[in-house]
């Protein structure tokens, strides 16, 4: 049976726009129809709210009740086993960006609303600290939301997090990027997505907006069409609250030669067994070579690689 918050849920998600006014004689044929999805539009129209009442341990309380509560779930669960066993094998990130998580204080006082933004924050960190561990690397995380009052921006950066003010965000975003961005409009997509493909993208995928009349052809998605087909993707596993209904994970493949594929004794006997050096590992576990390799045993290790991915 359905809850009530979760039909709420569900209808707070996307719409179909429809102009309303007389009514036309001739029906558009499918070359007229256009794209209908709504628009975020301008920042203005996200404003904060004027009048907080949560202060920032009101929001930190609330945002460990809530991510203790999802942490139990086999939704996390899931999601960490994607992360995990998926790290290796796909590209790296330097840099987690979360693109409109919502106010942890809106002027509504949703609790629908606030919960669902504390849920997807715990699924950013998880996500962050899970490629930290696996990786490594420290990973730096910014946060671009209009609606944060101060008290949200407060409790961000207490979270070792830095808001930035939008559209700075999209500036940021680059090919280490692990952008998250769950339930956002067409249009900040493509601001957010225009100057380079992230590592990682968490959003609506093509699978969803393509099912719009005019999606095909909306340069609006051209960057969602590319990983749509270059990237591997994963569905974003489903909680009871509908936080992340018609959400994926795309992950740009690993293209570098990388231990973990493959037999490295092996490869380190062919490589002896050329007039190069062996190579070395650097702090990231790559191949490095003090010299250029024959690339002729370059590409057998690639074919290696592969095969072990399957």
């Known amino acids: 049976m359905v809850s009530s918050e979760t039909q709420q849920d569900d209808q707070s998600q996307w719409t179909r726009i429809v102009r309303k006014g007389k009514k036309s004689k001739k029906k558009p044929g499918r070359q007229e129809e256009t794209l209908r999805l709504p628009l975020g539009g301008p920042v203005e129209n996200f404003r904060p709210n004027g009048t907080p009442v949560l202060s920032v341990d009101d929001i930190k309380a609330n945002h460990s009740k809530v991510a203790s509560k999802w942490h139990a779930t086999e939704c996390y669960t899931k999601l960490c086993h994607v992360i995990k066993t998926n790290a290796v094998s796909h590209s790296r990130i330097t840099r987690a960006v979360c693109l409109g998580l919502g106010a942890f204080d809106p002027e509504d006082g949703s609790w629908v609303s606030q919960r669902r933004s504390h849920i997807q924050l715990a699924a950013f960190i998880a996500i962050v600290e899970i490629l930290k561990k696996e990786t490594g690397q420290s990973i730096e995380c910014s946060y671009q939301e209009p609606r944060f009052a101060q008290p949200d921006k407060d409790f961000i950066e207490s979270l070792d997090g830095k808001v930035v003010e939008s559209p700075n965000a999209y500036d940021i975003t680059d090919e280490s990027t692990l952008v998250f961005g769950v339930h956002l409009y067409r249009d900040i997509w493509a601001a957010a997505l225009k100057k380079s493909l992230p590592a990682i993208?968490?959003?609506?995928?093509?699978?969803?907006?393509?099912?719009?009349?005019?999606?095909?052809?909306?340069?609006?998605?051209?960057?969602?069409?590319?990983?749509?087909?270059?990237?591997?993707?994963?569905?974003?596993?489903?909680?009871?609250?509908?936080?992340?209904?018609?959400?994926?994970?795309?992950?740009?493949?690993?293209?570098?030669?990388?231990?973990?594929?493959?037999?490295?004794?092996?490869?380190?006997?062919?490589?002896?067994?050329?007039?190069?050096?062996?190579?070395?590992?650097?702090?990231?576990?790559?191949?490095?070579?003090?010299?250029?390799?024959?690339?002729?045993?370059?590409?057998?290790?690639?074919?290696a690689a592969s095969a072990v991915r399957g």
């Open 201 to 303: 993208f968490v959003g609506t995928g093509w699978g969803v907006w393509e099912e719009y009349p005019g999606a095909e052809k909306s340069p609006d998605f051209e960057r969602i069409r590319e990983m749509e087909a270059a990237f591997d993707k994963f569905p974003f596993p489903q909680d009871d609250y509908s936080s992340f209904s018609s959400t994926c994970i795309y992950w740009k493949k690993e293209t570098a030669i990388r231990p973990d594929f493959m037999d490295v004794a092996s490869l380190h006997l062919q490589l002896a067994g050329s007039s190069h050096c062996p190579p070395r590992y650097d702090s990231v576990k790559m191949l490095v070579w003090p010299q250029p390799p024959d690339f002729a045993l370059i590409g057998l290790a690639q074919h």
